[in-house]
């Protein structure tokens, strides 16, 4: 079990009261994600700020996943699904609100929101519309999660995969078929009456027309509430609860707690965080929302970030969304060793192997061999004609399998990042535990 | 009839779901894709035969030179395993790895020169014209290869997780369903392009019953084929020493080791036995439907998906539970399909329905028993 | 708590480290000379395409077509070259929408540079993959323009993959064309998008007059694909326009984009008695309705979409497909056409689709309106494209209207011993 215990307030218990110290990380939160859109964003050169963006997205993603797959060992594969319910509300209750308030679907936002940020006011009713219609979003995620994972997560894993998989793929046929062209006449949209509303989610080619609010402020902020929740979560008596039914189902329910309760609890968490990000999702720029595109594939995306991170553990998890974010535009054109920032970057490798490694030399050779295969590949591919990018997926898949064969806990497994023994003592370290039920 | 064709379809892949099931107690995700499989190299096979007079295909050189390459490892596996290691382990006085490579390749070397022999008997049939039986061999051939898909699946992927979590084993099956639809959409392999089978019936219809059921000769053919094998199974599972073999590592493999029984070896015969069926699946599936289409987002992994609600529905690790279940998913999606007014595009939701409704209220199966988990 | 703040900031570093690190090693850096992404084509092999380009300095197999005047060891000549950009689907189930698309444009590329580039310039693509998924698209296109700068992009093909791109377009004014995007949202309220097509709403009308005027029909049946919108559109449009035109829909059926199974729909059109069907879906669909619609015993010809088009369509069909109609953007056997097949077939060694043509056509459009321009700077490009009028392109006399969208004629083709053959244009406007 991770080291940490469940108080880690104690650093700050004497300086601040309660309430204040629940609410500290989420004020933190919100100003170092305004300093990332403000002041951090400027200096970065022009493809940057979206990569983040994307990262923030899938660490949301990754992350509210890691609390049904990691935490309770449930094994759902309908992620997406929730995602897209969570972004359809949003987008419908933004892009129609923003017709009866302001008379068209242009951003309106302040400061805070849009790619760039706009010049203005700080924050604006629109940024309130937006905020809104995310939480609305998520709460209706939350809902769908609620009635999926009643009766399902009463079976065990394996049909639980099946069900979740099912409902992913309802719910894009639903969403496809069920709906129609979007409205784009203020007109009409001011005479709709709202319930008929729902039905103009722009069916298969997807809602176009989104104003584009998303921004580095909006994801990281909800990035980071995420990370905390989950924190606070796995820190706590519920965590233990999650962990103790992912280690044992049996053991657990002996023990006196209600697994299906905690279940659906694990799930239906996940499924608010999976709205929030479909909801940041659909208004980031360049963007069209479509249902086809959240379905089993992006589910899968998702997962293959858990199991890599390590099942269970939170900051793997985060990490492995940030790496797997980055992957495919990386592989687009893959960086030759002899790029200055490349050989930066495998000069610190390198150095760290040699401070932490145990055997230098050998760690040495295999990293200088992982280099040659590297370059080998690259230089290979690319002097015969083959785009590594369209391999991507079969990567994923091999990655997945021997990743499973060969350490199943993935990166990190159940530890966190900062709980990792980067020196080693001279006794041995705590056994860590085995991956998955 | 299309319905019992479809149906019967569904029962051979979902049988090979419940035989694994079965016997490793996992879901063996990629199985869908074997069936996919089957189908291309049924395609792919007719061509080289030369029954589609619009396109010609020839074995390309790379079979030859991949076989040469496995026949050569299988010979210094063989050597290494059968006289050097004996020799410098004397020598060196330690224990050197003792991997059985050499029996594994050699079986695939094997598999895979038969596999081709067949395929040139398929060529001579076609020129000969005997289109029918060249078809048939062509189903042979599929199957053989699928058999071997099947088997290096097995041998590579699940059988070093045979002690681990099913979690890890779930995901694995995940990772190498997607190895095998993403592989096969490769522009060297069979690409992305939709493409056309050649039937190798005439179109025929037999009778009518009534007005709206018609009996076409693809459809029994279909029927046809799929309950030979069905009944082959059958026989063989429930009245062969090897199929006892099976039922009892289904029910205990620690137990059935005790009695002297290779567990390893029965875990490969089923998936082999499994893949064959899918691929025969994906045989017939082409028949009937000669359009190929290969992409990973289209129905082909629906397909798949329903054959596994079919086995769920029918019990799943009962052999007789997956053909009723095959067949009841079949029916069902027809009579939702024709009767209800948008049934076309919501059948995929009433059979995943269907699928929850059976899973909560009785999760064995229709023919299942329920088994309560001992601690 | 503590400990979850510096956690969490502790992973807003790493992940902002890791991005800035990774990201940047593609990141030319700001100028088309850096050797990062210089050349980034990405391409791939496909039967009868010889288009390919490696990444980063090696030796280029097909340097002919990536025009060679500058390459990425001599950097930074920025000066020399003029980047455009092109996404497409290279992989994926548009794979051949988007390989034929940017054949044609390379061949028309090869063609300008030879002749002299633009204004003493030569040209350079850089092509992206977006895999078919609007996600890629969009950070394809904000790729190219932000990190390649390019003057301006091409693409794309499916409708909504252009919506996502054009947004990124719009934001940071650089032109786009989209060669065949049929659906009018593309352009609609824009002023960097463009289009050398003619819209959805169009074609639907052009489909109905021929078939009420020419084919002489009234009673007409639909199967669309409801998951897909540019099937779905058509079928809007074809309603509105047939009924208005005096004819009947007698049947509406829908099916899911990936279905291998019509006998349910198909028995219910049956029933209905059309005279014509219309299957406004894509080819790989239309191949396997037409065979199963004929094992019904369905007789009456089917007429379906630009979707239709693609060399696969007959060999799917088959004979079911003989004598079948479908609306296209041109038919290899035009005249205007015919010069284009034939430098296309010497170059590719297949048969050009009326993609193939229109990629064509996009960047010959982009290539005349960058020499009246006042400058290659976004508006006055596009101000410039915005301007053609009466341009001779292969698929047609292109003439940009208000919309952005070009007033072209719709030809009907028919499928006679397995290829598509001209049988009527067809103009709507009129009539």
Same mark, same amino acid.
């Given at each position: 079990m991770s080291e940490s215990r469940g108080d880690n307030s104690r650093a700050t218990r004497g300086l601040l009261p309660g309430p204040v110290r629940s609410i500290l990380p989420f004020l933190v939160a919100a100003a170092l994600a305004l300093l990332l859109h403000g002041a951090v964003r400027p200096l970065l050169?022009?493809?940057f700020p979206r990569v983040i963006l994307d990262i923030g997205i899938n660490v949301i993603l990754a992350v509210s996943l890691t609390m049904v797959n990691g935490f309770t060992g449930q094994f759902s594969l309908g992620h997406a699904a929730f995602m897209a319910v969570g972004a359809y509300t949003a987008a419908g209750i933004v892009y129609y609100g923003s017709y009866r308030l302001?008379?068209?679907?242009?951003?309106?936002?302040?400061?805070?929101?849009?790619l760039t940020p706009a010049s203005g006011?700080?924050?604006?009713g629109a940024d309130m519309l937006f905020l809104g219609a995310l939480l609305t979003g998520g709460l209706v995620a939350a809902v769908c999660g609620y009635v999926v994972g009643?009766?399902?997560?009463?079976?065990r894993g394996d049909y639980l995969a099946i069900v979740t998989l099912g409902f992913g793929e309802i719910v894009r046929v639903l969403i496809q078929s069920q709906t129609t062209d979007t409205l784009y006449d203020a007109q009409t949209i001011a005479e709709t009456p709202v319930w008929k509303l729902?039905?103009?989610?722009?069916?298969?080619?997807?809602?176009?027309?989104?104003?584009?609010?998303?921004?580095l402020f909006w994801v990281w902020l909800f990035a980071i509430i995420t990370l905390v929740v989950a924190f606070r979560l796995k820190e706590s008596t519920y965590g233990r609860a999650f962990l103790s039914i992912r280690e044992d189902e049996i053991a657990a329910e002996a023990m006196g707690i209600r697994t299906t309760r905690y279940k659906v609890r694990a799930f239906v968490i996940a499924a608010f965080f999976a709205g929030i990000a479909g909801g940041l999702y659909a208004h980031t720029i360049g963007i069209q929302l479509n249902a086809g595109e959240l379905a089993f594939m992006k589910s899968f995306d998702i997962i293959i970030m858990v199991v890599l991170g390590g099942m269970g553990s939170i900051s793997g998890a985060a990490i492995a969304a940030a790496i797997l974010s980055v992957l495919p535009e990386l592989l687009r054109n893959p960086p030759s060793v002899l790029h200055p920032l490349m050989a930066g970057l495998l000069v610190l490798c390198a150095l760290v192997v040699l401070v932490f490694a145990r055997g230098k030399v050998r760690a040495l050779v295999r990293l200088v061999v992982a280099i040659g295969i590297y370059e080998g590949i690259r230089r290979a591919a690319s002097a015969g004609g083959v785009n590594l990018a369209d391999y991507r997926m079969i990567l994923y898949a091999i990655a997945l399998i021997l990743m499973m064969i060969?350490?199943?806990?993935?990166?990190l497994g159940l530890r966190e990042f900062w709980n990792i023994r980067w020196v080693r003592r001279n006794t041995p370290p705590a056994k860590e535990v085995k991956a998955g039920p | 009839m299309d319905a019992i064709a479809v149906g019967s379809l569904y029962a051979l892949i979902a049988l090979g779901y419940t035989m694994v099931y079965g016997i490793?107690?996992?879901?063996?995700?990629a199985h869908s894709d074997v069936f996919v499989l089957g189908a291309w190299l049924s395609f792919v096979g007719a061509g080289i035969a030369g029954l589609d007079p619009a396109r010609e295909a020839s074995i390309g050189p790379w079979v030859f030179w991949v076989l040469a390459a496995l026949w050569a490892a299988a010979g210094i596996a063989a050597v290494y395993e059968l006289v050097l290691r004996p020799a410098l382990s004397r020598r060196l006085d330690r224990r050197l790895p003792a991997p059985r490579w050499h029996l594994n390749l050699s079986l695939v070397a094997a598999w895979g020169s038969i596999a081709v022999g067949v395929l040139h008997l398929a060529k001579g049939a076609a020129s000969a014209g005997f289109g029918f039986a060249a078809g048939g061999i062509i189903l042979l051939l599929a199957m053989m290869v699928c058999g071997l898909t099947g088997f290096c699946i097995e041998r590579l992927t699940y059988k070093p997780l045979r002690r681990a979590p099913r979690l890890n084993v779930l995901i694995t099956a995940i990772g190498v369903s997607l190895l095998l639809q993403n592989i096969g959409q490769l522009n060297w392999m069979f690409g992305t392009r939709p493409d056309r089978m050649p039937t190798?019936?005439?179109?025929?219809?037999?009778?009518?019953? &009534?007005?709206?059921v018609r009996v076409r000769l693809v459809d029994v053919m279909v029927v046809g084929t799929a309950v030979v094998l069905m009944v082959v199974l059958d026989w063989l599972v429930f009245r062969t020493k090897i199929g006892r073999a099976m039922r009892a590592v289904s029910f205990s493999p620690p137990n059935a080791s005790l009695m002297g029984i290779n567990v390893d070896r029965v875990i490969s015969f089923t998936f082999v036995l499994g893949a064959m069926l899918a691929a025969a699946a994906g045989f017939l599936f082409s028949q009937k439907y000669p359009g190929l289409n290969q992409t990973a987002a289209s129905g082909w992994v629906l397909l798949g998906l329903k054959a596994f609600v079919a086995a769920v529905i029918g019990g799943i690790g009962n052999i007789r539970g997956a053909m009723l279940g095959g067949l009841l998913i079949g029916l069902l999606e027809f009579f939702v399909a024709q009767y209800l007014p948008d049934g076309a595009s919501l059948r995929d939701i009433f059979v995943f329905g269907a699928l929850i409704v059976v899973l909560l209220f009785?999760?064995? &199966?229709?023919?299942g028993k329920s088994a309560t988990e001992k601690v | 708590m503590q400990r979850s703040i510096f956690g969490a900031f502790g992973r807003i570093a790493l992940a902002l480290l890791l991005a800035a690190g990774l990201a940047a090693c593609n990141?030319?850096?700001?100028?088309?000379?850096?050797?990062?992404?210089?050349?980034?084509?990405a391409s791939t092999e496909s039967t009868g395409d010889g288009g390919s380009s490696g990444a980063g300095?090696?030796?280029?197999?097909?340097?002919? !077509?990536?025009?060679? @005047?500058?390459? @990425?060891?001599?950097?930074?000549?920025?000066?020399?070259v003029i980047l455009i950009g092109h996404y497409a689907s290279?992989?994926?189930? !548009?794979a051949t929408f988007g390989q034929s698309t940017d054949n044609g444009i390379r061949l028309a590329l090869e063609e300008v540079n030879a002749a002299g580039g633009v204004n003493g310039k030569q040209l350079k693509l850089i092509t992206y993959d977006d895999k078919g998924e609007s996600k890629e698209a969009g950070s394809a296109v904000t790729r190219l323009i932000t990190?390649?700068?390019?003057v301006a992009v091409l693409g794309e093909v499916a409708s909504s993959l252009s919506i996502a791109g054009g947004a990124v377009c719009e934001q940071y004014s650089v032109p786009m064309i989209s060669?065949?995007?049929?659906?009018?949202?593309?352009?609609?309220?824009?002023?960097m998008v463009f289009r050398v097509c003619f819209i959805d709403p169009f074609q639907a009308a052009a489909i109905a007059k021929f078939t009420t !005027?020419?084919?002489?029909?009234?009673k007409a049946a639909i199967l669309y694909d409801q998951t897909q919108a540019y099937s779905k559109g058509l079928r809007d449009d074809f309603t509105a326009s047939f009924t208005k035109m005096g004819?009947?829909?007698?049947a509406d059926q829908a099916y899911n984009g990936g279905?291998?199974?019509f006998s349910a729909q198909l028995t219910t059109i049956k029933a209905a008695n059309p005279e014509i069907i219309f299957v406004p879906g894509y080819y790989t669909e239309g191949g396997n309705i037409a065979i199963q619609a004929r094992k019904l015993g369905i007789t009456v010809p089917l007429i379906g979409g630009?979707?239709?088009?693609?060399?696969?369509l007959p060999a799917i069909?088959? !004979?079911?497909?003989?004598g079948c109609y479908y609306s296209n953007h041109?038919?290899?056997?035009q005249p205007n056409m015919k010069e284009f097949v034939e430098k296309y077939r010497a170059k590719y060694g297949a048969t050009p689709d009326a993609l193939g043509g229109l990629g064509y056509d996009a960047l010959m459009v982009l290539v005349d309106a960058m020499k009246r321009?006042?400058?290659?700077g976004g508006k006055d490009l596009a101000a410039a494209i915005a301007a053609t009028k009466d341009f001779k392109g292969v698929t047609g006399t292109i003439t940009i209207d208000a919309d952005h969208n070009a007033q072209k004629g719709v030809v009907i083709v028919q499928i006679r011993n397995g290829s598509p053959v001209f049988v009527a244009a067809v103009d709507p406007s009129e009539g």
């Open positions: 050169p022009e493809f302001f008379g068209d679907a242009a951003v309106h936002g302040g400061w805070i929101s849009g006011s700080f924050a604006t009643l009766p399902s997560l009463r079976l729902p039905q103009y989610l722009g069916g298969p080619v997807g809602f176009t027309g989104l104003p584009f609010y998303t921004s060969l350490r199943p806990q993935g990166l | 490793l107690k996992f879901i063996n995700f190798l019936l005439p179109e025929a219809e037999l009778f009518t019953i &009534g007005t709206a009785k999760p064995s &199966g229709v023919l | 990141d030319s850096g700001g100028g088309p000379g850096g050797s990062g992404s210089a050349g980034g084509s300095g090696s030796g280029d197999a097909g340097a002919a !077509e990536s025009a060679g @005047a500058a390459d @990425a060891g001599s950097g930074g000549s920025a000066g020399d290279m992989t994926g189930k !548009e990190s390649d700068k390019v060669p065949s995007s049929t659906n009018p949202r593309v352009t609609a309220g824009k002023q !005027e020419n084919l002489k029909l009234t004819g009947t829909i007698v279905d291998t199974d630009d979707g239709w088009d693609s060399s696969q069909g088959g !004979e079911a497909i003989e041109s038919a290899p056997d321009a006042k400058s290659l």
